[in-house]
């Protein structure tokens, strides 16, 4: 057999082929394991937590609100529990219908229409959703709350039948509640809550999640952080579908602290019912009245012992959720703005009252304070004539009889002569006497009352009239062109005068005139202040020149042990009133309401609380007049300050001083 053409086979290349396919493989596991090896020592709790993030959802579980009290312990907002009924969301998901044929069946038992319940099963923002508050805007993580506020003895029933309620529960869950003791309303001071924003959970350090009620107003804003506690953590696992399968961990809520406050129930009762009434008799005698304040300050400490606005609303109307209705009912013009306080809010004209603050600062600006000046029924500046009130004229008389009768033109002559002695127009304000004994009594800035939103009034110097006329300069000078067309097809005269202030502020707006130092002195022209500001800058005169901050809050407590914790005081300072000159003005204001404008509402007071105090009525172009009267008591040695204003409440011994009266008349039932 021939042999030509066949070779025999080469074993040593078929295994060095084999070797090359087994090193290859072998260096494959041996990567493998490597990062196996890798993920599990060294990368083993990302992987974990990346796990745990896919399978498990934390749920935050709000801690129950610290209550609101009063100084005898008495809750102003507390929390009671409303009857929810719920369903499991695996209700909705498993269902073909989105589970409308059982909360049909749910609708019927509660008595509540089909479709509020149905609009609760979605999201709020999600596709098909109703706009809030009828969409849940909560956790989709937790049961759908579907009915609130229901029937106890309806829900129970429900859960009696899981055959036909499958995935329903009752619970009973805290809301916050304002009970009102002494029929007290308060709701300028306490404010109200409402749903966290989607800024307030997303803003850098936030503790407030999406299912948080936050304070919207009053000392529930103010104190927010301390009233909301520490809420808890629940862990809970869930199926691809989102859905909660069981719980994981969980971390329970600290409740939030306590707040105690130096509020007075029986006097803010009885302030909130004196505005009212006067309110209400203003507008019989033809005044329209619409709107006023009165707040009581602790002369000695600053404390707010009471403090009333109007017009009010009903705290609890927002609990639970304020309705579209409800909403736009507070919010329409034809309420009057109730949501605003008066007292710390709203500035107006002091008027008269300001008096008090111009003695001192004529002494200041050189002037006797045992001196006679001249009270006319009229005092001329320039080309116009500043008229006293009623153009009554008393002849010369002293700063004591000017306050006691409150004459308007020994002011007028004080305020000009020191225009004039610090250059006219061409005056500073850091040498102006009235000017900057208004500020050292704190009118004209925030008085850093423990409450949000407060007004920091005006003080119209020479910096601030200038300000605004360089704001202002462009639109001023148009309608001086121009006039006012709009105002004069139903107010010829009101258009003419402010074609009038038009022509005369594009010149010389920028001027801080003799006319405006004359109205200065008298709490007239630009200046504006709140109640509490005059309260504040009152209380100062009364304890011999000490300008207190006002505060609510006083301390804190644990609701569980009991610890309270101090809050404190603001901050002081001592303004420039010299003991002669403080003692002169207190003695003046004693004689306002003995033999003054206000003695005839304070008739028959007790002996054992004399008050001492100042009327004021603002004049404002095309509005009533409004009603000032700032008062303590007792005169000897004074314990609190009374101060009260009231929007076009006409002359201030007519309807702020009867305000006042029945607060003092409430102060003094007080334990001394």
Same mark, same amino acid.
């Given at each position: 057999m021939s042999s030509i053409g066949l070779r025999p086979r080469d074993g040593s290349a078929h295994q060095g082929r084999f070797l090359s396919v087994a090193l290859v493989v072998g260096l494959l596991f041996v990567t493998l394991f490597g990062r196996l090896g890798q993920v599990q020592l060294t990368q083993h709790a990302d992987y974990t937590a990346a796990a745990a993030q896919l399978n498990t959802r934390e749920i935050v579980v709000p801690a129950v609100r610290g209550r609101i009290l009063d100084r005898s312990g008495r809750p102003l907002a507390d929390n009671t529990s409303t009857t929810v009924v719920t369903l499991e969301r695996r209700a909705v998901a498993d269902s073909d219908d989105g589970a409308r044929a059982l909360l049909t069946r749910v609708a019927k038992t509660l008595k509540r229409p089909v479709d509020e319940l149905l609009a609760r099963t979605h999201?709020?923002?999600?596709?098909?959703?109703?706009?809030?508050?009828?969409?849940?805007?909560?956790?989709?993580?937790v049961p759908i709350p579907v009915a609130s506020g229901v029937d106890p003895k309806r829900a129970l029933s429900l859960?009696?039948?899981?055959?036909?309620?499958?995935?329903?529960?009752?619970?009973?869950?805290?809301v916050r509640r304002y009970p009102a003791p002494h029929g007290v309303n308060a709701a300028h001071l306490l404010g109200y809550l409402g749903r966290a924003t989607d800024k307030e959970v997303s803003a850098p350090d936030s503790v407030v999640t999406a299912d948080d009620l936050v304070g919207r107003a009053g000392l529930e804003q103010q104190y927010d952080t301390v009233l909301r506690g520490t809420p808890g953590r629940t862990v809970v696992s869930v199926d691809p579908r989102g859905l909660v399968t069981g719980v994981v961990s969980r971390v329970d809520p600290v409740a939030g602290r306590d707040l105690v406050t130096s509020i007075d129930s029986s006097v803010q009762v009885a302030a909130e019912k004196a505005l009212a009434r006067q309110l209400a008799a203003a507008r019989k005698r033809g005044l329209p009245a619409d709107s006023g304040g009165a707040v009581v300050l602790d002369v000695r400490t600053g404390q707010v012992v009471a403090s009333a606005?109007?017009?009010?609303?009903?705290?609890?109307?927002w609990t639970g959720g304020i309705s579209g209705k409800e909403y736009a009912a507070l919010t329409a013009a034809s309420a009057g703005t109730p949501l605003v306080s008066r007292v710390t809010a709203s500035a107006m004209s002091p008027a008269s009252t300001m008096k008090a603050l111009s003695v001192p600062a004529a002494v200041a600006a050189g002037n006797s304070l045992t001196g006679t000046y001249e009270c006319g029924s009229s005092y001329r500046i320039g080309n116009r004539d500043f008229r006293n009130f009623e153009s009554r004229g008393y002849g010369p008389i002293t700063f004591h009889r000017a306050l006691e009768i409150s004459c308007d033109t020994v002011f007028y002559d004080v305020a000009y002569r020191s225009w004039l002695a610090l250059g006219g127009l061409q005056g500073a304000d850091a040498k102006d006497p009235f000017i900057t004994t208004a500020r050292?009594?704190?009118?004209?800035?925030?008085?850093?009352?423990?409450l949000p939103g407060e007004s920091a009034g005006r003080i119209p110097d020479r910096t601030w009239k200038r300000a605004v006329w360089n704001e202002?300069?462009?639109e001023t000078c148009t309608r001086a062109k121009s006039g006012y067309p709009e105002v004069a097809k139903d107010d010829p005269s009101r258009a003419a005068y402010l074609t009038s202030l038009a022509k005369e502020n594009c010149v010389s707006g920028a001027q801080f005139r003799a006319?405006?130092?004359?109205?200065?002195?008298?709490?007239?022209?630009?200046?504006?202040?709140?109640?509490?500001?005059m309260g504040v800058a009152y209380a100062a005169i009364a304890n011999g020149g000490v300008v207190r901050t006002p505060r609510i809050g006083v301390r804190t407590v644990d609701p569980v042990s009991g610890a309270a914790q101090a809050l404190p005081a603001g901050p002081t300072h001592r303004a420039t009133l010299p003991k002669d000159v403080a003692a002169y003005v207190q003695d003046a204001l004693r004689a306002v309401v003995v033999s003054g404008t206000g003695a005839q509402p304070f008739s028959g007071m007790a002996a054992?609380?004399? *008050?001492? %105090?100042? /009327?004021? $009525?603002?004049? *404002?172009? %095309?509005? /009533?007049? $409004?009603?000032?009267?700032?008062?303590?008591?007792?005169?000897?040695?004074p314990r609190y300050v009374v101060s009260v204003a009231v929007s076009q409440g006409g002359h201030g011994s007519e309807t702020a001083a009867p305000i006042a009266r029945a607060i003092h008349e409430a102060l003094r039932r007080l334990p001394r």
């Open positions: 999201l709020c923002g999600e596709a098909g959703a109703s706009p809030a508050p009828s969409c849940w805007a909560g956790s989709p993580q859960v009696e039948r899981p055959d036909l309620y499958p995935g329903i529960a009752v619970e009973a869950v805290p606005s109007a017009p009010t609303y009903d705290p609890n109307v050292d009594f704190g009118l004209g800035r925030r008085t850093g009352i423990d202002t300069k462009a006319g405006d130092a004359a109205n200065f002195a008298i709490g007239q022209g630009d200046v504006a202040t709140t109640p509490l500001q054992d609380w004399p *008050v001492s %105090g100042k /009327s004021g $009525t603002a004049e *404002v172009f %095309g509005r /009533s007049d $409004t009603s000032w009267f700032e008062s303590y008591a007792p005169s000897t040695k």
